[in-house]
């Protein structure tokens, strides 16, 4: 083989090395807070403590049934919400400006729990999290949701649809029980969609913000 032809194969071969590097290196690693769109609001009751949203809430739960039903609020509930509103004033919180805006907030909390990460849709990202199997073939797991705690939609409240991952595995794999802590890796899709988890007292549509068509799942190891 001539010099040349040796140069320009040589050339080939590390082209094509250089190019399976850069694939490897577009594997995205995120976090749960990585699928979460970046919104910024002002939110005036994030400073606020436990006892004091406990007062706001107690204003609020009982101004409303004021209205439905004034007939149910006893004198011990109202006292319950004068030593409420005494102990936010004495703190100098505004409560009525608080409620008035806790529409909006909610509102605002709602979309930033459900927005997606457009950006996201289409990489190829590696993540760790919870697995929560959804359907089995062979005694292996082909569809689970990928949730950031243990316990999430079955013994505790959902997440939020963007702290959701719904996660396709074609051959399935084998688990050691509900929730195994694992790393998942594959295409990331930014579609949301709804999918109904089966309880043991019923079931539930459960909203998930992102879908991930899984390559590789490997136990959870930092």
């Given at each position: 083989?001539?010099?040349?032809?040796?140069?320009?194969?040589?050339?080939?071969?590390?082209?094509?090395?250089?190019?399976?590097?850069?694939?490897?290196?577009?594997i995205q690693q995120l976090e749960?807070?990585?699928?979460?769109?970046?919104?910024?609001?002002?939110?005036?009751?994030?400073?606020?403590?436990?006892?004091?949203?406990?007062?706001?809430?107690?204003?609020?739960?009982?101004?409303?049934?004021?209205?439905?039903?004034?007939?149910?609020?006893?004198?011990?509930?109202?006292?319950?919400?004068?030593?409420?509103?005494?102990?936010?004033?004495?703190?100098?919180?505004?409560?009525?400006?608080?409620?008035?805006?806790?529409?909006?907030?909610?509102?605002?909390?709602?979309?930033?729990?459900?927005?997606?990460?457009?950006?996201?849709?289409?990489?190829?990202?590696?993540?760790?999290?919870?697995?929560?199997?959804?359907?089995?073939?062979?005694?292996?797991?082909?569809?689970?949701?990928?949730?950031?705690?243990?316990?999430?939609?079955?013994?505790?409240?959902?997440?939020?649809?963007?702290?959701?991952?719904?996660?396709?595995?074609?051959?399935?794999?084998?688990?050691?029980?509900?929730?195994?802590?694992?790393?998942?890796?594959?295409?990331?899709?930014?579609?949301?969609?709804?999918?109904?988890?089966?309880?043991?007292?019923?079931?539930?549509?459960?909203?998930?913000?992102?879908?991930?068509?899984?390559?590789?799942?490997?136990?959870?190891?930092?």
């Open positions: 083989m001539e010099l040349k032809q040796k140069i320009l194969m040589f050339s080939i071969a590390v082209t094509a090395l250089c190019a399976m590097g850069a694939g490897a290196s577009q749960w807070s990585d699928l979460q769109l970046k919104m910024e609001f002002e939110d005036p009751f994030k400073n606020l403590s436990e006892e004091q949203l406990l007062h706001l809430g107690t204003y609020a739960r009982i101004e409303n049934l004021k209205e439905k039903a004034p007939e149910r609020v006893t004198p011990a509930m109202q006292s319950e919400v004068d030593k409420g509103l005494q102990i936010l004033k004495s703190e100098g919180i505004d409560f009525q400006a608080l409620l008035a805006k806790r529409a909006e907030i909610t509102e605002l909390r709602k979309q930033q729990g459900t927005a997606v990460v457009p950006e996201l849709d289409g990489k190829h990202i590696r993540m760790p999290g919870f697995a929560l199997p959804l359907e089995y073939s062979d005694k292996k797991i082909t569809e689970f949701l990928l949730v950031p705690w243990v316990g999430a939609c079955i013994h505790t409240p959902p997440p939020p649809p963007n702290q959701i991952v719904y996660v396709k595995v074609e051959k399935g794999f084998k688990t050691n029980g509900m929730f195994e802590p694992i790393w998942v890796s594959g295409e990331l899709m930014a579609k949301p969609l709804t999918k109904n988890l089966y309880l043991k007292d019923g079931s539930a549509d459960i909203g998930i913000g992102y879908t991930l068509v899984a390559n590789t799942i490997a136990p959870y190891q930092k």
